[in-house]
């Protein structure tokens, strides 16, 4: 359709600019298909770290406790600290200051060194005594040996 006339002046330009809007939509094309690239490549890492994320929450998630098992252990810590606490408070004249404890300990110490003493002494009269029981069973042996011979000697010059 070649004519002349008004429309064959805007022949050229419309055909130009149909050629423009068609260069214009396939570039848009690639650049949303590069953008949907994009976005899949940036989902699938997404996923991945939440897949991850998820394994480590399960694995962290395993070391709690029940709430319940919570307060049930706490309670019961909480009974004994109360229990150790009065039976401290009632038996607190029976513990002793470190001065106090210092000087029982050193009047233990006093106490035990007077007593070895008087063991060692005792341990001295015992061996005495046994040297004295050794000499008097010498002693006896030997009579009962003279004994013997006098009663001996009797019954011979009879």
Same mark, same amino acid.
């Given at each position: 359709? #070649?004519?002349?006339?008004?429309?064959? %002046? @805007?022949?050229?330009?419309?055909?130009?600019?149909?050629?423009?809007?068609?260069?214009?939509?396939? +570039?848009?094309?690639?650049?949303?298909?590069?953008?949907?690239?994009?976005?899949?490549?940036?989902?699938?890492?997404?996923?991945?770290?939440? &897949?991850?994320?998820?394994?480590?929450?399960?694995?962290?998630?395993? #070391?709690?406790?029940?709430?319940?098992?919570?307060?049930?252990?706490?309670?019961? @810590?909480?009974? +004994?600290?109360?229990?150790?606490?009065?039976?401290?408070? %009632? &038996?607190? #004249?029976?513990?002793?200051? +470190?001065?106090?404890?210092?000087?029982?300990?050193?009047?233990?110490?006093?106490?035990?060194?007077? %007593?070895?003493?008087?063991?060692?002494?005792?341990?001295?009269?015992?061996?005495? @005594? +046994?040297?004295?029981?050794?000499?008097?069973?010498?002693?006896?042996?030997?009579?009962?040996?003279?004994? #013997?011979?006098?009663?001996?000697?009797?019954?011979?010059?009879?």
């Amino acid at each position: 359709m #070649t004519g002349t006339g008004p429309l064959a %002046a @805007l022949a050229v330009p419309l055909r130009d600019h149909l050629e423009r809007l068609l260069a214009e939509h396939d +570039r848009q094309h690639l650049a949303e298909g590069k953008a949907r690239e994009l976005a899949a490549a940036e989902v699938a890492r997404r996923l991945h770290d939440l &897949n991850g994320a998820h394994d480590e929450a399960r694995r962290v998630q395993g #070391t709690y406790l029940p709430r319940e098992v919570y307060e049930e252990h706490h309670d019961a @810590l909480a009974s +004994r600290v109360e229990q150790l606490v009065k039976d401290l408070t %009632a &038996n607190q #004249t029976s513990y002793l200051t +470190r001065d106090a404890a210092d000087a029982k300990m050193a009047a233990a110490d006093v106490e035990h060194r007077q %007593a070895r003493d008087a063991l060692a002494r005792l341990y001295s009269t015992v061996e005495s @005594l +046994r040297a004295r029981m050794v000499g008097y069973v010498s002693a006896l042996s030997a009579l009962l040996v003279i004994v #013997t011979v006098i009663q001996l000697v009797a019954a011979h010059g009879r």
